[in-house]
């Protein structure tokens, strides 16, 4: 019985698998017109490979005992025919579990050893190393090898509370929080500190990505759980259980972790079957339950609907026995619902926003090309038709004409080459402002205020500041590019005027975006510095994952912004190269044809038949084009066709 969720994201999957054929098309189109611009193929080969490996990331949190792995085997792997992820009374996930599909990686499972928390290596370095995993390969002859081989994240050792502390997993500081030792001192600590499932289901080989995080222990231990992976996530799924309401330990996840991202958290009432008694009628079990999801949604402080109470066993059972009726009494299928139009439209959403940013680049950087291809055909047909009966001395006159003209031509060398040079120094400055050097050391900053504030109580504040020196040197950099915007803009018209170019200048990237992420970044961030992480903040250990997290994800919006720039001054200098080369060869074509043409009075006629059946050729790529371009606009939006612009050239002179 497939879910509801799985039939939604199947219709997602063939929608991206239509609109990259739709690309493939396009790709091919700019082969056929010849288009050798560097950008655009870059532009497209990436949109690309965003499409194939677009990945919808959930996180599912929870206490132990909440059910968290049931309703994951609910959801996405009732079709396995029984539970892949171990649910078992009492604590089941010990680490975090990540399920994925990789091609190029080998199936199966790799561990991270809990020792690793020793080392000053982050989980994300680790993600990019083969070494250090422990890896088990799944038997494919086995029906459940893959729930057989997760019992692995079950797996736990006794260590000494000095051992628990070095992997910070215990805390004199913090007693209550910490594992309880036996009679003989020693505490339960995971066997693993991460997990990686790489399994070839259809949902996940269709780019879904699971992650199964333990309880509060573990969350506070990896910062890098709750700073780098959960922020991750396009939805997080918590759970609480129907048959203990929101306890404290459920309280504080939801508070120190969750709160800041309830526009993109769900919550799950679980185990409903606990609150139903032969003794009440079933509306009176209705009716507490009722009571009990509008009480977890007060407590946690959010809207009703964004609380959905069900039974992930009920459901899963129900599933695995093709049982329709008791799915429906489960309730799964309403949340299932709910977050599949939460976030499969939102990704298909920003998928076509980026296909139809990217291919109105590339249509007008094509259309611009044969345009430009046009125009120049278009000045030797009304060279060559005027020569219909000229003499040789006019056909000498005219050789002359054009070599002068390229000659003259020739001279905006000194001027392209002073405008690169502006060009070049302007990027630099620009790029300064977003040295990766800079930004540790503003980071090293906030640390130091942090760490010399009383009690750590300037924390938030000195966060707060950072994204503000990091917000303020974005903006400076925006008014850089306007700057060199003008003046790019400026030179391009006196080119156009002077050398007949046809350079147009595309709008430079926009910083406010970035400024945007940082934003976020302290929203996401801030939560972890306030009044209630003082003894976390005194830890050195926690203070450097803080630092490596922050490095590694401001270091993002670095690389986004540096590689926005960067691209803008590529296409800018391909652009007038582009423009150079095409110029030059309409030079060389219109010498060629002249020098043809006064050697043999019979050849001119020909010359003519060929740059207009050349004419013809260039109008029927155009309308290809255009075509192409409007079929992917459909695929990526579902709108009907709309009427192009040919771009920046005006083609109609072409046909005069």
């Known amino acids: ?178 594992p309880l030792a036996d009679e003989a001192g020693r505490v339960e600590v995971p066997v693993w500190r991460h997990a990686l499932i790489n399994h070839p289901h259809p949902l996940l080989r269709q780019g879904l990505v699971v992650l199964d995080t333990p309880g509060l222990n573990a969350l506070g231990a990896e910062p890098e759980l709750t700073l780098g992976l959960l922020p991750s996530a396009h939805a997080t799924v918590f759970i609480v259980g129907a048959d203990t309401g929101v306890t404290q330990s459920d309280l504080a996840i939801w508070r120190d972790h969750l709160g800041a991202r309830q526009g993109l958290a769900f919550v799950v009432l679980n185990k409903i079957d606990a609150l139903r008694d032969p003794l009440a009628t079933p509306a009176q079990v209705d009716a507490q339950i009722e009571a009990q999801r509008r009480s977890t949604a007060h407590i946690l402080g959010v809207p009703p609907e964004r609380v959905f109470a069900l039974s992930a066993r009920q459901a899963l059972v129900a599933r695995i026995d093709g049982d329709a009726k008791g799915l429906a009494q489960s309730r799964l299928i309403e949340f299932e619902a709910a977050l599949s139009v939460s976030l499969l439209p939102q990704r298909r959403q920003l998928l076509g926003r980026l296909t139809e940013d990217a291919a109105g680049q590339i249509q007008k950087r094509a259309a611009r090309h044969i345009g430009e291809a046009l125009r120049q055909q278009a000045e030797q047909l009304l060279e060559l038709r005027g020569l219909r009966g000229q003499s040789s001395g006019r056909l000498n006159l005219l050789v002359q004409r054009v070599s002068g003209e390229a000659m003259e031509f020739e001279q905006c060398h000194t001027r392209l080459t002073a405008l690169r040079a502006v060009h070049a120094r302007q990027g630099d400055q620009a790029r300064s402002e977003l040295a990766y050097d800079d930004l540790e050391l503003e980071i090293d900053r906030m640390l130091a205020e942090i760490r010399s504030s009383l009690l750590k109580l300037g924390a938030r504040k000195a966060f707060a500041a950072l994204c503000e020196r990091l917000r303020e040197r974005l903006l400076r950099v925006q ?178």
């Not at 132990?64 to 994951?72: A, P, Q, V, Y």
């Not at 081989?149 to 006794?158: E, G, K």
């Not at 391009?492 to 350079?503: D, W």
């Open 1 to 178: 019985m497939t879910s509801a969720f799985a039939g939604r994201f199947d219709d997602f999957s063939h929608w991206r698998a239509a609109l990259g054929e739709r690309l493939d098309e396009l790709s091919a189109c700019l082969v056929d017109i010849g288009l050798d611009d560097r950008p655009a193929g870059a532009l497209l080969a990436a949109l690309r490979e965003r499409v194939d490996g677009d990945k919808l990331i959930v996180a599912f949190v929870a206490e132990f005992s909440r059910g968290k792995s049931e309703l994951i085997n609910a959801i996405f792997f009732a079709d396995a025919g029984t539970r892949v992820l171990p649910a078992t009374p009492g604590r089941t996930t010990m680490c975090p579990v990540e399920l994925a599909w990789d091609a190029s990686e080998p199936e199966g499972l790799s561990l991270l050893p809990i020792a690793t928390r020793l080392d000053d290596v982050s989980l994300a370095q680790w993600r990019q190393r083969r070494d250090g995993w422990t890896h088990l390969p799944f038997d494919k002859s086995q029906p459940e090898a893959l729930s057989v081989a997760l019992r692995q994240v079950m797996s736990t050792r006794r260590v000494t509370i000095d051992e628990a502390q070095a992997l910070g997993l215990w805390h004199a500081s913090n007693p209550d929080n910490s």
């Open 479 to 656: 008014v850089q590019l306007h700057d060199t915007q003008d003046m790019l803009g400026g030179t391009f018209g006196v080119l156009n005027a002077e050398y007949g170019f046809g350079l147009a200048l595309k709008t430079g990237p926009n910083m406010t975006r970035f400024v945007e992420e940082i934003s976020l970044i302290e929203r996401l961030y801030s939560q972890y510095l306030g009044l209630g992480d003082v003894l976390r903040l005194a830890r050195p250990r926690f203070t450097a994952q803080l630092r490596r997290m922050l490095v590694e994800r401001i270091s993002v919006v670095w690389d986004g912004s540096r590689n926005a720039i960067e691209g803008w001054n590529r296409e800018v200098t391909s652009h007038i190269d582009t423009q150079l080369i095409e110029r030059r060869r309409g030079f060389q074509k219109r010498a060629e044809s002249l020098t043809r043409i006064r050697g043999a009075a019979d050849q001119l006629e020909s010359r003519i038949g060929e740059i207009e059946q050349q004419d013809r050729q260039l109008r029927q790529q155009l309308e290809q084009l255009g075509a192409i371009t409007r079929s992917l606009l459909r695929s990526a939006s579902g709108a009907v066709d709309v009427e192009l612009p040919l771009g920046d050239v005006d083609v109609r002179r072409a046909r005069a």
